[in-house]
């Protein structure tokens, strides 16, 4: 089992860029949610997808978007990059009850 | 409001001693709490998890946890603390099923001294 896997792990965009990280959900689940860690800070929840659809979302402006694939994968957007928008964003995968699992995150860089 | 409060953000010990990770939280309905680790440069490990039932829950790599309703706390120990053990560590606070997000807490970052 391969676990949650995310793409790619580094990144550098330069401001007002566009960027898209992708994950793959541990196998058998069906539910990915999206989270941004800063430096020093713990995970901040961006939203959730679910069937395809976005389930819940955090306090993130519109700029960030996702997409979720009937592979259960998913893809998180960021459009008009800012330099605040640098930190490691980590895809969290869960099925029904249980616990979620993490993956190794996608540490972005916007200069 | 949900919160989680972690409030060591560094603490040192050294090799063999104990260890005790202090989290409070915040929730309005029946929480399920969280310990995660974190190495540097990679993602979250889940450590242990509470849902209900037996308060001291233990999890993996010798690490226990501590459940008090009346303090709304969640408390990460473990007996003797090896060089292994330095990393950042977060406390969470959710839900599971449908609309599990997770309110992290600011981590603390734990060093180990030989």
């Known amino acids: 089992d391969a676990g949650v896997t995310q793409s790619p792990t580094h990144l550098i965009k330069t401001r007002g860029q566009q960027v898209t990280l992708r994950c793959s959900p541990k196998?058998?689940?069906?539910?990915v949610s999206w989270y941004q860690q800063a430096l020093g800070q713990g995970p901040q929840f961006i939203f959730q997808y679910y069937e395809e659809e976005e389930r819940q979302r955090g306090n993130f402006p519109d700029r960030f978007s996702g997409h979720q694939f009937p592979n259960y994968s998913s893809e998180l957007n960021v459009n008009a990059l800012l330099l605040g928008d640098s930190a490691l964003y980590l895809c969290a995968s869960t099925w029904g009850e249980a616990e979620a699992f993490f993956g190794q995150g996608t540490r972005l860089t916007v200069v | 409001a949900q919160s989680v409060t972690q409030p060591d953000i560094h603490i040192t010990v050294s090799e063999g001693a104990s260890l005790e990770l202090r989290c409070n939280y915040s929730y309005g309905a029946t929480p399920y709490l969280f310990w995660y680790v974190q190495s540097p440069g990679q993602g979250l490990q889940l450590l242990l998890k509470y849902f209900s039932g037996d308060t001291l829950v233990q999890g993996i790599k010798g690490f226990e946890a501590e459940f008090k309703r009346s303090q709304s706390s969640f408390n990460l120990r473990k007996p003797s603390v090896h060089w292994s053990d330095a990393a950042e560590y977060f406390c969470?606070?959710?839900?599971?099923?449908?609309?599990?997000?997770?309110?992290f807490g600011a981590g603390t970052r734990l060093a180990v001294h030989p």
């Open positions: 196998s058998g689940h069906d539910t």
């Open positions: 969470a606070v959710g839900r599971l099923g449908g609309y599990n997000k997770l309110i």
